[in-house]
């Protein structure tokens, strides 16, 4: 079975994560998708995504810490907004 690049890690806040696998390292970015870059962007088919965190892990869980720094990163994001 193929490992899935990209996969969604918290439903309820839309935190994906990007999953990279190179000689036994285990990469992984976690970031959201706006839905608009700005009021003018009316292109939906070139999404804006904001990476808020990079690690690397061992296990194939999401350690909670680095999922609470992405949300956490998030609502800072779109506060500034």
């Known amino acids: 079975m193929a490992l899935k690049l990209v996969r969604k890690v918290d439903r309820k806040k839309d ?28 292109n939906v088919a070139s999404p804006t995504y904001i990476i808020t965190n990079s690690f690397k892990k061992k296990t194939n869980k999401t350690p909670s810490k680095e999922l609470k720094k992405a949300i956490k990163r998030k609502s800072n994001y779109k506060n500034k907004r």
């Open 15 to 42: 935190i994906f994560e990007l999953r990279i696998n190179t000689e036994g390292i285990f990469a992984r970015s976690l970031f959201f998708r706006l839905e608009k870059a700005n009021e003018e962007e009316d």
